[in-house]
C-alpha cells in the first residue's frame, strides 16, 4: 500500500523558517511525481512544489518561488519542503501527495495523499 506520512508543522513567528518532511512507502519514489499541496483555512487546495514524473523536473507555485526549496532523498524515501521568510498566508495544512504520472503540481492529478501536516505562521 502507498504510504505518506507529512511532519514537521508547528507554530512559527514570521520571518521564520520550517522543514516539512514525508515519508514514503510502497511505491516507486524514484519514478512517480511526488509534491507538497496545502489547503488553508476557507480556500481549496492547492499546489505548492512538485517533482514531475518524468524528468524529475520541479514544478512550483508563483507565490512560493524562491522562499520554498522542494529536495528528496532516494535513499531514505523521503521528500522535504524548506520553507523560508514565512509569512502569515503560508498557514495551511501541508500534505505531501504521489502519483505515477504527473508533471504539473495540480491537485486532480495526484492519487495519493498523507494525512497533512498544520502550518501556522503567527507572531
Known amino acids: 500500500d502507498v504510504q505518506l506520512q507529512a511532519s514537521g508543522g508547528g507554530l512559527v513567528q514570521p520571518g521564520g523558517s520550517l522543514r516539512l518532511s514525508c515519508a514514503a512507502s510502497g511505491f516507486s519514489f524514484d519514478t512517480y511525481a511526488i509534491g507538497w499541496f496545502r489547503q488553508a483555512p476557507g480556500k481549496e487546495r492547492e499546489g505548492v512544489s512538485c517533482?514531475?514524473?518524468?524528468?524529475?523536473?520541479?514544478d512550483s507555485a508563483d507565490s512560493v518561488k524562491g522562499q520554498f526549496t522542494i529536495s528528496s532523498d532516494s535513499a531514505k524515501k523521503t521528500l522535504y519542503l524548506q520553507m523560508d521568510n514565512l509569512k502569515a498566508e503560508d498557514t495551511a495544512i501541508y500534505y505531501c501527495a504521489a502519483t505515477s504520472i504527473a508533471h504539473k503540481c495540480v491537485v486532480w492529478l495526484y492519487d495519493y495523499w498523507g494525512q497533512g501536516t498544520l502550518v501556522t505562521v503567527s507572531s
Open positions: 517533482i514531475s514524473s518524468s524528468d524529475r523536473s520541479i
